[in-house]
């Protein structure tokens, strides 16, 4: 037995510090794409929002295995949030001035949480595909909401006031928002390895393989994915404020639409949706790979790009993690 402990524990350590090492060397080549690629600031901005945005997704849709088509309706909710408490012209009546763009990202933030309290209260008593359809239909809802308001702009949307300037910071300039959105994405990549070593994380695993496995150990599986879901919706709150100044104008049909959930879904799952780093790897490939194809194959670009996706679906089940994972361990073993 005491020759066996070494090698149980040893493997842990040697898979956790692997993931630690592989979260820096990321973090370091986003920290130095602003430097090297100057020029490519929106791609830039737009590709590490996508990455908070999916890794967001990722604590519900991977840690928990609830997959949720309607996460564009949390994003917006961050947005609108934002945006209207920091319009003069749309402040609700208990409101006599704006309030700053990073006050109004909380205030959307909590919402979304208590939205996705709800949400999930009357959606967790579904399983598997009767889940993901009610995610889809709460989203519509919440669109329909949005569209018919006057409050939120309806159809025409909404435009991004001035802001104040934070310590003299311009907030629609390109090089803030990139750090922004880098801060964005160490933020959701720091809270999901908390998750990972923690009792939360452990939990959550338990009950994604088997929840009435999961229940016989003193687990809550309600509880504990409607603690991840409410982790979730406050993370693609703040990313939703953030895309709000990124884009500086919206409308519901662009960020509420479902396609803007299932793309958020499809970077986690591809790049691996039980993995710390997979949803950030899947956001940088497919955002290089989507910029190559559209600039080289001009209109049969989307044709190229939902082949790559279903090359990877059909030959890596498991995400891009999935496959440097498991030529790991063959590696390994070969050892």
Same mark, same amino acid.
């Given at each position: 037995?005491? /020759?066996v402990?070494p090698?149980?524990?040893?493997?842990?350590?040697?898979?956790t510090?692997?993931?630690?090492?592989?979260?820096? %060397?990321?973090?370091?080549i986003?920290?130095?794409? +602003?430097?090297?690629?100057?020029?490519?600031?929106?791609f830039?901005?737009s590709?590490?929002?996508?990455?908070?945005?999916?890794?967001?997704w990722?604590?519900?849709? !991977?840690?928990?295995?609830?997959?949720?088509?309607?996460?564009?309706?949390?994003?917006?909710?961050?947005?609108?949030?934002m945006?209207?408490? *920091?319009t $003069?012209?749309r402040?609700? $009546?208990?409101?006599?001035?704006p309030?700053?763009?990073?006050?109004?990202?909380?205030?959307?933030?909590?919402?979304?949480?208590?939205?996705?309290?709800?949400?999930?209260?009357?959606t967790?008593?579904?399983q598997?595909?009767?889940?993901?359809?009610?995610?889809? /239909?709460?989203?519509?809802?919440?669109?329909?909401?949005?569209?018919?308001s006057?409050?939120?702009?309806? &159809?025409?949307?909404?435009?991004?006031?001035?802001? $104040?300037?934070?310590?003299?910071?311009?907030?629609?300039?390109?090089?803030?928002?990139?750090?922004? &959105?880098?801060?964005?994405?160490?933020?959701?990549?720091?809270?999901?390895?908390? %998750?990972?070593?923690?009792?939360?994380?452990?939990?959550?695993?338990?009950?994604?393989?088997?929840?009435?496995? *999961?229940?016989?150990?003193?687990?809550? +599986?309600?509880r504990m994915k409607?603690?991840?879901f409410m982790?979730?919706?406050?993370?693609?709150a703040l990313? !939703?404020?953030?895309y709000?100044?990124?884009?500086?104008?919206?409308?519901?049909?662009?960020?509420l639409?479902? +396609?803007?959930s299932?793309q958020?879904?499809?970077?986690?799952?591809?790049?691996?949706?039980?993995?710390?780093?997979?949803?950030l790897?899947? *956001?940088?490939?497919l955002?290089?790979?989507?910029?190559?194809f559209r600039?080289?194959?001009?209109?049969?670009?989307?044709?190229i790009?939902?082949?790559?996706?279903?090359?990877?679906?059909?030959f890596? +089940?498991?995400?891009?993690?999935?496959?440097?994972?498991?030529?790991?361990?063959?590696?390994?073993t070969?050892?």
């Open positions: 037995m005491t /020759a402990t090698t149980t524990t040893s493997r842990p350590r040697a898979l510090f692997g993931n630690v090492w592989l979260s820096v %060397i990321l973090v370091a986003l920290f130095i794409y +602003p430097f090297v690629f100057g020029k490519t600031l929106n830039g901005i590709t590490l929002l996508f990455a908070g945005f999916a890794m967001s990722n604590i519900l849709g !991977g840690w928990a295995g609830q997959t949720s088509l309607g996460h564009a309706a949390l994003l917006g909710i961050g947005a609108y949030a945006t209207l408490l *920091a $003069p012209e402040l609700p $009546p208990f409101l006599s001035s309030l700053a763009p990073w006050w109004g990202a909380l205030v959307g933030m909590v919402i979304a949480v208590a939205v996705a309290a709800v949400w999930g209260w009357l967790f008593r579904l598997g595909s009767y889940f993901a359809l009610s995610t889809i /239909a709460v989203a519509l809802v919440i669109r329909l909401i949005a569209i018919n006057n409050w939120t702009g309806g &159809a025409e949307g909404l435009f991004m006031p001035d802001l $104040p300037r934070p310590f003299g910071l311009d907030l629609f300039d390109r090089n803030v928002e990139y750090w922004l &959105a880098f801060a964005f994405v160490v933020l959701t990549l720091v809270i999901t390895h908390f %998750i990972r070593r923690s009792r939360m994380g452990y939990a959550l695993q338990a009950v994604r393989e088997d929840e009435d496995g *999961a229940r016989a150990l003193g687990i809550d +599986p309600a409607l603690l991840a982790l979730s919706a406050a993370l693609m990313g !939703g404020s953030l709000a100044l990124y884009l500086q104008a919206f409308e519901p049909h662009t960020i639409e479902l +396609p803007l299932i958020i879904a499809l970077l986690a799952i591809i790049g691996g949706r039980t993995t710390i780093q997979g949803p790897i899947g *956001a940088l490939v955002s290089i790979f989507g910029e190559v600039n080289v194959f001009s209109s049969a670009n989307l044709l790009y939902g082949v790559l996706i279903l090359l990877v679906t059909l890596a +089940p498991n995400g891009i993690m999935g496959l440097f994972q498991r030529a790991g361990s063959k590696l390994g070969a050892r």
